[in-house]
C-alpha cells in the first residue's frame, strides 16, 4: 500500500475519530494543535487504526507514555534531554526528529505527532 | 434521586453484548421540562441510558475490577423523538476491548423501530493513578448497578439477587 493509499484511509478514519472536516487533515496536520485531539482520542486512534489495517497496535507502541509523562531522565528543564531524545529514536524510528532535536523543548513534544507520522506509522507496520 | 437509566436485563453475553429495557414514565421529572406542553424524552438521557447498558457490560468483562468511565460519543444519531409510554431496548455490543478501554456500538429500539444508533467509547482508568485520586473504591461499578446485572442473572436463573450494600 503506498504512503498516499495510506494517507487517504487515515484521512477519513481522523475525520470520525476527532470530528473535523476532511479538508483540515492534511499531512502536516499536528493531532492536539490543528486538529483537537485529546488524550482519549489517541485510544479511539490507536482503536481504529488496528481495525482498519489490520494490525497489532501495542501500547506505548505509537504514543509512548515515559515520554510524555515528563520522566526526570528523559526531561529536565522543560527540555527533551539526550537520553530523552535518543529514547523517542528508539522508540519512534518511523518519527522525523530533526526539526524538533534542533530546540527540543518539551511542551512542543505534541507538535511530532502529525498524520504524516501516522501515515509513516502504519508503513512500517505494514511493510514489517 | 436515582441515576439509573436502565430498569432490567433481558439479555447478557458476558463480553459480547447486551440488553436492557426502559420504561418510560410520564412520571419522571424530565418530562415536566423536556418541554412544556411537548414531553419528549431527552437524547442525553437515552445516551446514557445505552451507556449504563454499554458499561456494565464492559465492566463485567473484567468481572468489574477496571473502573470503567464513558470517555467519548465518537458518533450519534436518533431517528424520532419518544414518548411517555415507550418500552425503550438499548443494546450494546462491545466491537473492541483492550486493557485501556473499549469500543461498544449501541442501538435503542422500539419493537422492530429503530430509535436511535451511537458508539460509545469507554476508559478504565488507569489503576495506580486512579487509587490516588478516588481511592480503592470501585465508584463506578457501586451498589445500584450491579444489582441490576445480579437481577438479571436471577432471571436467567443463575443466582440469586444481593441487596445493594447500604454504606457508600
Do not use: C
Not at chain 2, 455490543?93 to 458508539?119: C, F, H, N, W, Y
Request: a negative charge; hydrophobic letters at 45%; proline letters at 4%.
Amino acid at each position: 500500500m503506498s504512503h498516499d493509499e495510506i494517507f487517504e484511509k487515515v484521512k477519513a478514519l481522523m475525520v470520525d475519530a476527532l470530528s473535523v472536516d476532511e479538508d483540515q487533515v492534511t499531512r502536516q496536520a499536528r493531532l492536539q494543535a490543528d486538529l483537537g485531539a485529546e488524550s482519549i482520542d489517541f485510544l479511539d486512534i490507536v482503536f481504529r487504526l488496528e481495525r482498519e489495517f489490520g494490525i497489532k497496535i501495542d501500547r506505548n507502541e505509537l504514543f509512548p507514555e515515559s515520554i510524555f509523562q515528563g520522566d526526570p531522565e528523559f526531561v529536565k528543564d522543560g527540555k527533551v534531554t539526550e537520553k530523552g531524545l535518543a529514547e523517542l529514536k528508539a522508540k519512534m524510528p518511523f518519527a522525523d526528529l530533526s526539526a524538533f532535536e534542533a530546540n527540543p523543548k518539551f511542551d512542543q513534544i505534541s507538535d511530532l505527532f502529525t498524520v504524516d507520522l501516522i501515515v509513516r506509522y502504519v508503513a512500517s507496520k505494514l511493510n514489517s | 434521586m436515582r441515576w439509573i437509566w436502565i430498569d432490567r436485563f433481558v439479555e447478557f453475553t458476558p463480553g459480547k453484548s447486551a440488553t436492557a429495557v426502559k420504561a418510560l414514565s410520564y412520571a419522571e421529572d424530565h418530562f415536566a421540562d423536556h418541554f412544556p406542553g411537548f414531553p419528549v424524552m431527552p437524547a442525553s438521557l437515552i445516551l446514557e441510558g445505552l451507556a449504563q447498558t454499554g458499561g456494565i457490560l464492559v465492566g463485567e468483562a473484567n468481572q468489574f475490577q477496571e473502573k470503567v468511565v464513558l470517555a467519548k460519543i465518537p458518533a450519534a444519531k436518533f431517528f424520532r423523538d419518544v414518548m411517555a409510554g415507550e418500552l425503550l431496548h438499548y443494546t450494546a455490543t462491545i466491537i473492541d476491548l483492550r486493557p485501556q478501554g473499549a469500543l461498544v456500538s449501541g442501538r435503542v429500539t422500539t419493537g422492530k423501530e429503530l430509535i436511535a444508533e451511537a458508539e460509545i467509547f469507554f476508559a478504565h482508568l488507569d489503576q495506580s493513578r486512579n487509587s490516588q485520586l478516588f481511592g480503592d473504591h470501585n465508584f463506578v461499578f457501586s451498589g445500584e448497578l450491579k444489582y441490576l446485572l445480579t437481577a438479571a442473572r436471577q432471571v436467567a436463573g443463575e443466582e440469586r439477587p444481593q441487596l445493594p450494600p447500604t454504606t457508600a
